[in-house]
Nanobody, 117 residues
């Protein structure tokens, strides 16, 4: 069983910054992809950023240059540093883990990010 625990969401003013963290525990194989998705009210869940075990990354166009995803493999933890936040970044942010060998997918419970003055 895999559990993902997110932290770091909150209320921030436009132009501000936040760091989201997600710690994974359980039966986690070394080859995996961790990432962040978000879902705004009335919209579909969308990719924000992904990072593989080896460090390769992928970002949504909407956050390129403003967000950085990173991970600590020894801690099974992934981070999302978000800068220059905009009101349209407001959403529930979900941590995601994919085990490559089994193609199993796991989700965190979500953390709310609100960008508002």
């Amino acid at each position: 069983q895999v559990q993902l625990v997110e932290s770091g969401g909150g209320l921030v003013q436009p132009g501000g910054s936040l760091r989201l963290s997600c710690a994974a525990s359980g039966s986690i194989f070394s080859m995996n992809i961790m990432g962040w998705y978000r879902q705004a009210p009335g919209k579909q869940r969308e990719l924000v950023a992904l990072i593989a075990t080896g460090g390769s990354t992928n970002y949504a166009d909407s956050v390129k240059g403003r967000c950085t995803i990173s991970r600590e493999n020894a801690k099974n933890t992934v981070y999302l540093d978000m800068n220059s936040l905009k009101p349209e970044d407001t959403a529930v942010y979900y941590c995601h883990l994919k085990i490559v060998i089994s193609n199993q997918n796991y989700w965190g419970q979500g953390t709310q990010v609100t960008v508002s003055s």
